[in-house]
C-alpha cells in the first residue's frame, strides 16, 4: 500500500515541485491548502494539485479564524519581533499544522510535509505545532533532502515534468502572502546592501508615487477588537483587516526591511509588507496608553510584549506559556474601547489622535492653564521621599 501524505500546499515553486517529488517516491499525495488571505485566485489550485500528481486538493478558507483567533491575540499582545516584524509567517504556520493534522486524522494519512527549508524558520513552527497536537504524527521536510541546489533548478524540474509555477528566472522572488502581510525573499533581496527593486512588492506602492495628499482613517475598537474603520461597521474581521491593507498600501504604508535573526542562528534579510498589521498593533498600543494605568502598561511593555513575539516567532504557539500570557492579553482587552485617528503619508503613518470612554487621561490634572487642578505642594513633598534612597547614598559614599 502507498504512503499517504498530506501536504500543506501553496501553489508555488516549492510545494508543486514537492508534490511531484513525493509521488515518484511512492506516496499518495493529499493537497491542503489554506485560504488565509492571500488574494489569489485558488479555483486554479485544484487543477494545479492534481495536474502535479496528488490525488486530492482540498482548499479551505480559514480567512475569520486566523483574523480571529491569530490576528488579534498577536495585536493585544503589541508585538513584534525585533521591534520590528509584525509575525505575518509565524502567525499562519500553527493554523495550517492544526488544520494540516485533522485531515490527516480524517484522511488517514500518517505523514504531513510542508516545504520548508533545513535553514529557515517555518520547519520549526511546522513541526512543532504539528507534534504539539499529535506526538505521533510523521512530518516530511522534502526541501530539506532533495537534491535540487537552486530555485533555478527547481524551475527546470517543474518546466520538464509541465508543472506550473508563478516563479520566473527573471522574478525569482519567493512569497508568502496571507491576511497579515507579505514576506518577500529571494534574488536581489539576498544582499543586504541592496534597496529592494519595485517589482518585489505585491500591496503597497511605492512611497515617491503615492498621493501627495494625506489621508486620515479611523478605527474604532470595542473590548480590544477592531469593529469599525473609518465608521463603516464590519460583521467579518478578516474584510477590515482587508480593506486597512488596501487603503494604507496605496499610500505606499506597510513595509519592513530588516535583518533579521532566525531561529536555526543566522541572520537573513527580510522584507515584508504588512500595513494592517504594523497599524492595528501601533494603534491598539496607542489605545492601552488612556486606558491602563502606569502599573499595568508599563508591566506589559516590559515583560508580555517582547516574549509573546519570540513565542511565535520560535513555533510555541501551542505552548501553555502562549495561552497565559492570551488570558493576561484578554483581561486588559475587556477595558481597550475607543478610537485611533493615523495620518498616512508617503510611507509613513502616525497616530495622530485617540479617545476612549475608559480614558485615564484628566485634562484638569495634565493641563498648565488656570483649570489645573493638581497638587504642586504634594509633588515637592513625593519628589523628596522618591529622591531618599539617593540622597543617603550620596552621603554615605560622599559623592
Known amino acids: 500500500m502507498k504512503k499517504r501524505v498530506v501536504l500543506a500546499y501553496s501553489g508555488g515553486l516549492d510545494t508543486s515541485v514537492i508534490v511531484r517529488w513525493l509521488t515518484d517516491r511512492g506516496f499518495e499525495v493529499i493537497t491542503y491548502t489554506a485560504d488565509v488571505g492571500q488574494g489569489e485566485e485558488l479555483s486554479e489550485i485544484e487543477e494545479k494539485a492534481l495536474k502535479a500528481g496528488a490525488v486530492k486538493a482540498i482548499i479551505d478558507d480559514i480567512k475569520e479564524e486566523f483574523a480571529r483567533d491569530y490576528c488579534m491575540p498577536l495585536m493585544r499582545a503589541t508585538a513584534l519581533y525585533e521591534g520590528k516584524y509584525t509575525l505575518l509567517s509565524s502567525l499562519s504556520r500553527p493554523l495550517i499544522a492544526k488544520k494540516l493534522v485533522e485531515v490527516a486524522h480524517r484522511e488517514g494519512a500518517h505523514y504531513v510535509a510542508h516545504g520548508s527549508t533545513g535553514k529557515g524558520n517555518d520547519q520549526v513552527r511546522f513541526e512543532a505545532s504539528v507534534w504539539a497536537l499529535d506526538p505521533d504524527i510523521e512530518v516530511l521536510a522534502p526541501v530539506r533532502e532533495w537534491e535540487f541546489k537552486s530555485r533555478e533548478e527547481e524551475i527546470d524540474y517543474a518546466m520538464k515534468h509541465g508543472i506550473p509555477v508563478k516563479a520566473t528566472k527573471e522574478k525569482p522572488y519567493s512569497y508568502d502572502r496571507n491576511l497579515w502581510g507579505v514576506a518577500i525573499e529571494a534574488g536581489p533581496l539576498e544582499d543586504p546592501w541592496t534597496e529592494p527593486p519595485e517589482d518585489a512588492f505585491e500591496i503597497t506602492v511605492s512611497p515617491e508615487k503615492a498621493p501627495d495628499t494625506p489621508e486620515y482613517i479611523e478605527i474604532e475598537f470595542k473590548e480590544g477588537t477592531p469593529i469599525k474603520l473609518n465608521g463603516k461597521e464590519y460583521d467579518q474581521l478578516w474584510k477590515l483587516i482587508w480593506d486597512l491593507n488596501e487603503i494604507a498600501g496605496k499610500h505606499g504604508v506597510g513595509r519592513i526591511d530588516m535583518v533579521e535573526n532566525r531561529l536555526v542562528g543566522i541572520k537573513t534579510r527580510e522584507v515584508y509588507e504588512s500595513p494592517a498589521g504594523l497599524i492595528l498593533i501601533s494603534a491598539y498600543d496607542d489605545l492601552e496608553s488612556i486606558v491602563l494605568d ?57 497616530i495622530v489622535g485617540r479617545q476612549s470612554p475608559n480614558s485615564l487621561y484628566s485634562e484638569d490634572l495634565a493641563t498648565y492653564s488656570p483649570k489645573d487642578a493638581f497638587d504642586h505642594k504634594a509633588g515637592g513633598a513625593f519628589t523628596k521621599v522618591w529622591a531618599l534612597p539617593l540622597k543617603v547614598f550620596a552621603r554615605a559614599n560622599k559623592r
Not at 499595568?296 to 519570540?310: F, G, N, V
Not at 495561552?323 to 484578554?330: A, H, Y
Open 294 to 350: 502606569r502599573f499595568t502598561y508599563h508591566y506589559k511593555k516590559d515583560h508580555i510584549s517582547h516574549p509573546y513575539a519570540k513565542l511565535v516567532y520560535e513555533g510555541l504557539w501551542f505552548s501553555k506559556l502562549r495561552e497565559s500570557l492570551d488570558t493576561f492579553n484578554n483581561e486588559i482587552a475587556k477595558i481597550v474601547n475607543g478610537k485611533v485617528r493615523v495620518k498616512l503619508y508617503k510611507g509613513s503613518f502616525k
